[in-house]
Every structure is written in structure tokens, then in C-alpha cells.
């Protein structure tokens, strides 16, 4: 049962194929920092590979075949990529499935005001964070303003050398004996996320014998419209995200990590787009699915909740002409998945957080969790059997190094994934990713031989056969 350390496995080849791979991921999570860029890239990679608009498909009433690939966007913030196999859909399809959606902060509708001679932004933050960790570190703003007219001005500041970085402050140690002691979830509260983004008042504007207020919001509003052709009331439709400022960097003397934000769960998203994008035509239709909302539960209309995913598949099968409401149904429920998403690793700075026979360690291959929930298992999907052994042999005839996890000990916390959503059709699924250091901090950490091994066992996945 022991799972040795990938890195004494491989041959000086190999890791050149690891130190290739985790360049290209840290490039992509250093440019794809939200949903909608991680989208835009997805839409790109793909269309180099020769994917096509499904929207477009259906226009040309295009028939589609073995081998064709289509992909679908929804809202800008989902995307689906399908490869038509040799059987039929109604005989299932391999399906990886990760978010692309991290922690954060947004910017509230009504977040501009000045106080203490600054100018800042109120901030309603997303997804499960400790709030202490978002104050005094660099922050970009990311994001676009939808217009009364119908325009869209999207918004990047921080992440160019030359840009300017916002943040929230903190106390300092001097003053801060009361905040000291008070619990980690209160030392910084969440109404008092607010981002710091101008101290210089607006001058030559004052009408004659008349003081101006605001003056420090005047200039940010100035700015805002010279820049970015947008006014205050425009924050009203508008989705800004607060990030991490900075590029993703190794990690570690040796560089055997990659460091960047929101590799939960844009890691996972990554390797699944590649080994899709790098799949030779399949047995059975194979789908990439990168979904958001799943730090929220899954909601809304690009969460995995919605009905978009259902409804591509059903268009996709009317292309193939075999559709019926019955053949949609078979299909889902003969489908097989991977959960993409990340596991914890092992910190031994934190061991008593850990059952050690069963977590996941860097270095040690892709993870697999039977299930995640809380206490009980409370909200897991809860893989069965047969289907984890089917995967044990899939891997194993891959040469893929992987290892086993559960999420920390049974009566310390847990999580969710999108998997008992999917399973909602009565499909085989489990969990399936990387395992990282620092889940859900600003910066978390991962090591470049999972990243490596979670690409080939997402390629393994995609080629595989099942028993009907």
C-alpha cells in the first residue's frame, strides 16, 4: 500500500515532459485568474486544436461524426468541450469535470467612498476564506462593467510590472493589543474588506467660494472614466474581483513546486483542457467541462447545478442524429466521471489535522477521493466499488502514479466537490485531482509531478473502455 515519491521514478526524459507541463500551467494561472478569462483561454486552446462553436455547428446544420469536436459557452463563464467517439452517445461518455471559479473578493455594486482621507472599495467576499489572510498583500482588480448601452469594458489593473496594486490595510503591531485577542475569524471582519485604491484629492475642479467634498472619490472617478469610459453609477452592473496581484512562481529550492493563486481548482481545469485537447479520437465521446460557482454551491446559471450541461449534451446527440429524451437519459446515467478537483496535502506543520495512512502527500501522484462531505460523509457522492476498480486498472495499465485521500480526519471538517451533482443522473463518479498545501489561501502551493501525473491520468481516462 505504500505510494513512494513520484520524482525517484522518473528518468531524466521524463521530467523534462514535468518541467514543460508545470511552465505552461503556471502561465495559464497566471494569465487566467477568473472565470472569464480562464473561458477565454479555454475557447482559444481549443480552437487551435480545431474545435467549433456548437452554436455555429448548428447553424451550418452540421452532421457530426467520429472525431468532431465541438465546444459550448455559457454566459462566459462555463465551457463545455465535447469529441464525438466511435460508439454512441447513448452508450455513455468519459466526462472530466473541474471549476474554474477560486475564493475571492468582490467588489460590491455600491462600493465607491472616501473616509481618513482615502478612497476605497467595499468588498463582499466569495467562497471560503480565512479574511485575516487577504489584508496587507498586493491585490489586482479584475473584471468587467456592463454599460446601459450594451457595451462591456473589461478591466485589468495590477498584474502588468508598471501597474498599480490596491489593498485592504491592517493594524499595526503596536496598536493592535485588542485585535490580538480575538478569535482568527474576527481579527479582520468581513464588512471591513475594503480595498484601498487612492489617497490624491482632485484638484482645479472646485467651483468659486464653494468646498468641495470627496475630493480623493472625485479623482478615482476621474480616473475611472479616462481610463475605462465608465462612471459611478455603472458598479451597478458590473463583476469585479479582487486578486492576488502577480504571476505564479516556482516554489522551493529545488523548484519542485509551482506557488499562484487559485489553483483550486484552475489546476484540475488545466490538466483535464490539455489531456482533451491532446486525446486521439475516443471509444466514447469525451467531454471537458469547466463549470463555475462550485465555491458557492454550485448555483446559479453557470453552476453545476443549471441545466446547461443537459442541455449541450442534448444538442450535441441531435447533431449525431441519434436524440431522443429516452437516449439523452440513457446517456447521462451510463457516463463516467472524474470529479477534477484538488485534495489536501499532507502539512506537517499542521499534522494533527491529518490521518496520515490516508491523506494525500506531494509528490505522490494524482489523488483520488472516494468522498469528500463532512462528518458522516455528510453531502459526498461516495464512489462505489466497482467503479474505483475499474480505475485502479485503467491507471495501473497507464503507468500512472496516484494515491488515495481522505480530507483531513473524520471529525475535523470536509468540503464538497460537483460530483454528487453529476451523480444525480446515476452515473459513476469520483473525485479526482492534485493535491495542494495551502488550499484556499491566497497563494496556494502544488508540486509539479501531480500536475504531471493528473495530465496522464486524465488521458488515461478519456481512452478508456467500460463493460456494458
Not at 224 to 239: K, M, P, R, V
Request: glycine letters at 10%.
Amino acid at each position: 500500500m505504500e505510494r513512494k515519491n513520484v520524482w525517484e521514478q522518473y528518468e531524466e526524459e521524463e521530467i523534462t515532459r514535468v518541467l514543460k507541463l508545470a511552465e505552461r500551467y503556471r502561465e495559464f494561472i497566471s494569465e487566467g485568474k477568473t472565470e472569464r478569462e480562464c473561458v477565454k483561454l479555454a475557447v482559444r486552446m481549443a480552437e487551435e486544436k480545431g474545435y467549433q462553436r456548437l452554436e455555429d455547428a448548428v447553424r451550418e446544420g452540421k452532421t457530426l461524426k467520429t472525431g468532431d469536436k465541438v465546444y459550448g459557452v455559457h454566459r462566459g463563464k462555463l465551457v463545455c468541450l465535447f469529441q464525438i467517439g466511435e460508439e454512441p452517445m447513448e452508450r455513455g461518455m468519459n466526462i472530466l469535470g473541474a471549476h474554474i471559479d477560486s475564493p475571492r473578493l468582490d467588489i460590491k455594486q455600491n462600493p465607491l467612498y472616501e473616509d481618513g482621507e482615502t478612497a476605497l472599495l467595499e468588498t463582499h467576499y466569495y467562497g471560503g476564506i480565512k479574511k485575516y489572510q487577504w489584508a496587507a498583500i498586493p491585490l489586482a482588480l479584475h473584471g468587467v462593467v456592463a454599460k446601459k448601452d450594451g457595451s462591456v469594458a473589461e478591466i485589468t489593473v495590477g498584474e502588468k510590472e508598471n501597474d498599480p496594486v490596491v489593498g485592504i490595510s491592517d493594524l499595526l503591531i503596536h496598536l493592535s493589543g485588542e485585535q490580538m485577542q480575538k478569535k482568527a475569524a474576527v481579527v479582520v471582519e468581513g464588512e471591513n474588506l475594503n480595498i484601498i485604491v487612492g489617497s490624491r484629492p482632485l484638484k482645479g475642479e472646485e467651483e468659486p467660494g464653494k468646498e468641495e467634498k470627496e475630493k480623493i472619490k472625485k479623482g478615482i472617478l476621474k480616473l475611472l472614466e479616462e481610463n475605462y469610459g465608465i462612471e459611478e453609477e455603472d458598479f451597478l452592473s458590473a463583476e469585479l474581483e479582487a486578486v492576488p496581484a502577480g504571476a505564479a512562481r516556482d516554489f522551493g529550492l529545488d523548484k519542485s513546486m509551482v506557488m499562484g493563486y487559485g489553483q483550486d481548482d484552475r489546476i484540475c481545469a488545466f490538466t483535464s483542457l490539455m489531456a482533451m485537447l491532446e486525446a486521439e479520437t475516443p471509444r466514447y465521446t469525451s467531454v471537458c467541462l469547466l463549470t463555475d460557482k462550485e465555491e458557492i454551491g454550485s448555483v446559479g446559471a453557470t453552476g453545476m447545478h443549471s441545466r446547461y450541461f443537459e442541455n449541450m449534451t442534448a444538442e450535441v446527440m441531435a447533431l449525431t442524429g441519434h436524440y431522443s429524451e429516452l437516449m439523452l437519459r440513457r446517456c447521462l446515467q451510463n457516463c463516467h466521471m472524474l470529479s477534477s478537483d484538488v485534495s489536501a496535502a499532507f502539512d506537517p506543520g499542521y499534522a494533527g489535522a491529518f490521518e496520515k495512512k490516508n491523506s494525500a502527500y506531494l509528490g505522490h501522484g494524482m489523488v483520488f477521493n472516494k468522498y469528500t462531505g463532512s462528518r458522516g460523509k455528510s453531502g459526498s457522492n461516495d464512489a462505489n466499488a466497482e467503479y474505483i476498480g475499474s480505475l485502479r486498472r485503467i491507471m495501473d495499465e497507464a503507468g500512472v502514479f496516484w494515491q488515495t485521500a481522505e480530507l483531513g480526519k473524520v471529525d475535523q471538517g470536509g468540503g464538497g466537490t460537483i460530483a454528487y451533482i453529476a451523480a444525480n443522473y446515476g452515473m459513476d463518479v469520483i473525485d479526482s485531482g492534485v493535491a495542494l498545501l495551502n488550499m484556499h489561501c491566497p497563494w496556494e502551493v502544488s508540486s509539479k509531478a501531480d500536475i504531471y501525473e493528473a495530465y496522464k491520468g486524465y488521458k488515461a481516462f478519456l481512452n478508456a473502455s467500460w463493460e456494458k
